[in-house]
């Protein structure tokens, strides 16, 4: 049974950082894309970020690339989203996915599997 757990949401003030994790279980973790992405009140889906399997990362927005770094860990089955200046914008769900293809997609429809999401606060 696949499993994806985010960890490392919480109120933040503006300007400040938080780190997310995300480990995952079940699955070759090795080989997957991981993406993250994030959904406020009232909005859409968003797509943050993603890392394939080889390290090759994509970001939603140049804004988020600038803030926003995604790593990931394969001894430990698990991918980050180091989030600095952070604006009261970034107010979301965060929630990461895992993808078997092997170029990481901005797209919701291709992640086969989705954690529960932490939520994030950033205080103005």
């Known amino acids: 049974q696949v499993q994806l757990v985010e960890s490392g949401g919480g109120l933040v003030q503006a300007g400040g950082s938080l780190r997310l994790s995300c480990a995952a279980s079940?699955?070759?973790?090795?080989?997957?894309?991981m993406g993250w992405f994030r959904q406020a009140p009232g909005k859409e889906r968003e797509f943050v970020g993603a890392i394939s399997w080889n390290r090759a990362t994509t970001y939603g927005t140049n804004s988020l690339k600038g803030r926003f770094t995604i790593s990931r860990d394969d001894a430990k089955n698990t991918v980050y989203l180091q989030m600095n200046s952070l604006k009261p914008e970034d107010t979301a769900v965060y929630y990461c996915?895992?993808?078997?293809?092997?170029?990481?997609?901005?797209?919701?429809?291709?992640?086969?599997?989705w954690g529960q999401g932490t939520q994030v606060t950033v205080s103005s």
């Open positions: 079940g699955l070759t973790f090795r080989l997957y894309a």
């Open positions: 996915a895992a993808d078997k293809g092997a170029v990481p997609s901005s797209a919701s429809a291709v992640y086969d599997y």
